[in-house]
């Protein structure tokens, strides 16, 4: 799979002795890792099938889930992916803003998100059954894995707010504390901790990179305990799920004003504390184009932002 090609590079690369030595083979686990854009169709912007010969092929050939759903399944290659929204198969250029605006006009579809009030209050969101539409669904599928991270991708696309609206939603609509609760089956654990990640505000998205993409924490105080003893505070000013203040507003670590959506674990590693400010309303946290997350097989993982950051305050 893509993402285990890219994982186990990138294992293999953080090895001193093995980086040294087997330099070709992280390469070419690298190279599979973005097999993606064989299957991406530039005519439709869309991933497909195709023969042998090279041509496409009408069908559904993704298992377990949808195509709109498999998307956004390689999360390690984010920024590439939505630039081949903008690409202009023409001209041979890439238009970034095209592309951004096509990844979150897709991602709203995904979500069903109305495009003329995308942020709607409680009465008019989308339904369980909306973000849980089931294996043949076009739309969203919380109950199995391929679709876990993806409310997270528009961190990418330039559009925070939309990952901080929608992910309390599917909270609320899918996980019932009823018997039967969860949107599918848990799969040893992974549907429970999709909730404890997203209600954390962080969420792994990349497996094989040490950093997390920043969401709204949905308590107003959480404590995580690190491996190394040392602890984790998490803190809002108000309480997001429970009072429908979703949105955030400033987002401190240690008390320095923090900017980026992508959190490097080297940040946290002796614990400290995250604070959040929130808003009832949508805000452009995140948003400035030098805000946007680490991506791809190069990207140092270890900063705050894919780019150096000027004229704001952020700690790298």
Avoid: C
Wanted: aromatic letters at 12%.
């Amino acid at each position: 799979m893509i993402t285990t090609d890219g994982s186990i590079g990138a294992f293999l690369q953080a090895l001193p002795e093995t980086a040294e030595v087997d330099q070709a083979e992280i390469q070419t686990l690298f190279e599979r890792a973005a097999n993606w854009k064989n299957i991406f169709n530039d005519s439709t912007k869309t991933l497909g099938a195709r023969n042998a010969a090279g041509a496409w092929q009408n069908g559904n050939f993704f298992h377990e889930s949808t195509e709109p759903n498999y998307f956004w399944s390689f999360a390690q290659d984010w920024t590439a992916l939505i630039d081949r929204l903008g690409f202009d198969a023409g001209t041979g250029k890439v238009d970034t803003a095209k592309g951004k605006a096509a990844a979150i006009t897709r991602l709203n579809t995904l979500f069903s998100i109305p495009a003329s009030t995308p942020f709607t209050g409680a009465g008019a969101e989308p339904t369980g059954r909306n973000l849980n539409g089931g294996e043949n669904s076009n739309n969203y599928y919380i109950g199995n894995e391929p679709a876990f991270q993806t409310p997270w991708a528009y961190n990418w696309a330039g559009a925070p707010k939309y990952a901080q609206y929608i992910i309390p939603v599917i909270m609320r609509k899918n996980f019932l504390m009823i018997p039967g609760g969860l949107p599918g089956n848990d799969d040893m654990g992974a549907t429970s901790a999709w909730y404890v990640w997203a209600a954390l505000g962080l969420y792994p998205v990349v497996p094989s990179a040490p950093g997390l993409a920043v969401s709204t924490p949905q308590f107003a105080g959480a404590t995580v305990w690190l491996g190394n003893g040392k602890k984790l505070r998490i803190e809002t000013d108000k309480e997001a799920l429970l009072g429908d203040v979703r949105y955030i507003n400033e987002m401190k670590l240690n008390g320095a004003t923090y900017q980026g959506s992508w959190l490097p674990l080297d940040k946290i590693r002796n614990g400290g504390t995250l604070s959040f400010t929130l808003s009832a309303t949508p805000t452009e946290w995140g948003t400035g184009d030098n805000l946007a997350p680490p991506s791809g097989p190069g990207a140092d993982y270890s900063k705050a932002t894919a780019k150096e950051a000027t004229g704001v305050q952020i700690v790298q």
